[in-house]
């Protein structure tokens, strides 16, 4: 069965540079989530889409902005990069038409280390 | 507002030893239930779920019961293998929102 798809699965950048996170959910899913894992931490959230438009946004900081497209991919992009941005960042999916029975499917990950 | 909140780590077992994991919610309305897994390097897979009470959910040999009276939502096991090793989530869905608890660190050893 198709999953959630991320690229890239690692991703280095420096300070202050900028990056971009794609993220392609299973087909059919109307909902996006995205999410930041610290070494050791859980999953803080960070913003949702649903239906392409932004649906609830939660520790994400103002210098990242994130987007859902007419194919339902979406991308999170990540500017003036700090040392603390370095995690792992993960995309789920969701399909809000079965809200009570349909869980969260996440994708494997993009590592990203700034140095 | 809603929460999980989850037994805290880590957790080390011998190889066929019975495992318990607790996870406990606050929640306003009635949520649906997960337990995930994360293995080293990957993302989080789903476990087993139950979306309403007295539900028990399934997999691989762990069980989890949706227990409304005692807002628990408790992972067994009743023998552990060394590639149960990983990291465990409880969560809840509210409405379109996921909690997730701070995951509880499990090493079986040999």
């Known amino acids: 069965a198709a999953g959630v798809i991320q690229s890239p699965r690692h991703l280095i950048k420096e300070k202050r540079e900028t990056a971009t996170l794609k993220c392609y959910p299973i087909?059919?899913?109307?909902?996006v989530y995205w999410y930041q894992q610290g070494p050791g931490q859980d999953p803080q959230f960070l913003i949702s889409f649903y239906e392409k438009m932004q649906s609830d946004k939660g520790s994400i900081p103002d210098r990242f902005s994130a987007q859902q497209f007419s194919d339902y991919h979406s991308e999170l992009n990540m500017s003036s990069l700090e040392l603390g941005d370095s995690a792992l960042y993960f995309c789920?999916?969701?399909?809000?038409?079965?809200?009570?029975?349909?869980?969260?499917?996440f994708g494997n990950g993009t590592r990203l280390t700034v140095t | 507002g809603d929460s999980v909140t989850q037994m805290e780590g880590p957790v080390t077992l011998s190889e066929e030893a019975f495992l318990t994991i607790n996870c406990t919610y606050t929640a306003t309305g009635y949520p649906s239930l997960f337990w995930y897994v994360q293995y080293p390097g990957e993302g989080l897979q789903l476990l087993l779920k139950?979306?309403?009470?007295?539900d028990k959910g399934s997999n691989k040999g762990f069980e989890a019961t949706y227990r409304k009276e005692t807002t628990s939502f408790h992972l067994e096991k009743g023998s552990v293998q060394v590639s149960d090793s990983a990291v465990y989530f409880c969560?809840?869905?509210?409405?379109?929102?996921?909690?997730f608890g701070t995951g509880t660190s499990l090493t079986v050893i040999p």
């Open positions: 789920a999916s969701s399909w809000r038409q079965a809200a009570k029975v349909s869980p969260l499917h």
């Open positions: 087909p059919r899913h109307d909902t």
């Open positions: 969560a809840l869905r509210s409405d379109n929102q996921f909690y």
């Open positions: 139950a979306t309403k009470a007295d």
